[in-house]
């Protein structure tokens, strides 16, 4: 029989594990998803068919004169009724030049400001307006205007991951696309004020060897890809090139083949002669790069990087918008003026 002490200890070190941050994370990841359960809202009654949507989105479109942007990290369906599939910097190019009147964006909120921003004439809807970027938000107007008092003669080049009031108190904007290009832009002794991605600036640091002054922000899709995963999909896939994306934890890129923006992510396996692919970066990416080369064989890195965000645009928030032309993004016309300088210049650099 076990001693009172022996009962006492057991119990003390029950209690330790039940009160380590562990065990309370997972608890409340328990919680969280009983939660959404219990208020998850009922889906619609007599649900439209997909192939109904979709049929109403091309009526749609022709009668309102629309064109439909999607990003590549939308889900397949969005995907597959997109009339323009690309990264941001692809998409805010197009944005620019597109001929029709309606723009029907894809994204996060901060792609649809940036449509707005370029073609002020046009009506921008974004289908979800709750469509995010907890990234974006980790960098505020006023925070920035305050780290360029402190560095006064810095160039400040901020992400497209931003908000229209953070491009307004930027030089020049970049994608992870053009990033290297646009810092490398920047006159020799000046230093560079970069946000909101660390893991991104930090990349691009590397890369370029300038004094830089990186905010502390990241991607939390991204962050769900880990070097372990990495190494145990090249155990089984012995022959596959590992792409990441530059927004990963130095710790995923440092084992990469090759870092790269979903545009980039395209133009290798175009160029390349491997078969199989590891993607690390957000899972809609997958499906895009089977799309485009349904020889090949695309492996997700993470079936956890997903992003919430990407996923809230459906077929049927694009019929609403496209029936009420609502919900419309607008920019105020001082900070659209700023920060379209900033944009302009990143699109000129290509």
């Known amino acids: 029989m076990r001693s009172a002490a022996a009962a006492a200890s057991s119990f003390s070190n029950a209690r330790r594990a039940a009160s380590s941050p562990r065990t309370r ?3 409340a990841r328990t919680a969280a ?3 959404e359960r219990r208020n998850r809202p009922p889906g619609p009654r007599n649900a439209m068919p997909r192939r109904e949507l979709v049929q109403k989105i091309l009526a749609l479109k022709a009668e309102r004169g629309a064109v439909i942007l999607a990003h590549n990290y939308q889900p397949p369906e969005i995907q597959d009724v997109a009339d323009r599939l690309g990264d941001s910097l692809d998409l805010s190019r197009f944005s620019a030049s597109a ?3 309606v723009i029907v964006f894809c994204g996060v909120h901060f792609m649809a400001e940036t449509a707005a921003i370029l073609a002020p004439e046009k009506t921008v809807l974004l ?3 709750s469509a995010g970027c907890p990234m974006a938000d980790m960098m505020s107007a006023e925070a920035l205007g305050a780290l360029k008092q402190k560095h006064p003669d810095a160039v400040v080049v901020t992400y497209v991951n931003s908000t229209a009031e953070v491009k307004a108190e930027t030089d020049v904007c970049c994608t992870s696309a053009n990033a290297v290009a646009v810092v490398r832009s920047v006159p020799a002794g000046r230093p560079v004020i970069f946000g909101p991605d660390k893991y991104l600036g930090g990349w691009v640091k590397k890369q370029t060897d300038r004094r830089m002054i990186v905010w502390n922000g990241w991607c939390p899709t991204h962050q769900k ?3 372990e995963q990495i190494e ?8 596959a090139v590992v792409m990441v994306h530059p927004e990963v934890n130095p710790a995923v890129a440092e084992i990469a083949d090759v870092v790269l923006g979903t545009g980039g992510m395209l133009r290798y396996v175009k160029e390349s002669a491997a078969t199989t692919f590891i993607v690390g970066t957000e899972i809609g990416m997958v499906y895009r790069l089977k799309r485009e080369f349904p020889d090949r064989q695309f ?3 993470s079936k956890h990087a997903l992003c919430p965000n990407m996923k809230k645009i459906t077929l ?3 019929v609403a918008a496209l029936e009420r032309l609502e919900p419309a993004i607008s920019v105020a016309p001082d900070v659209a003026g700023r920060a379209r300088a900033a944009i302009q210049r990143m699109v000129e650099i290509g």
Do not use: G
């Open 316 to 318: 049927e928030k694009v």
């Open 225 to 227: 890809i880990f070097p």
């Open 299 to 301: 492996v997700a890195a």
């Open 99 to 101: 001929s029709e009147r």
């Open 33 to 35: 998803r009983r939660w």
């Open 25 to 27: 994370t997972r608890r």
């Open 127 to 129: 289908p979800d307006p």
């Open 232 to 239: 145990q999909l090249r155990k089984i896939h012995l022959d």
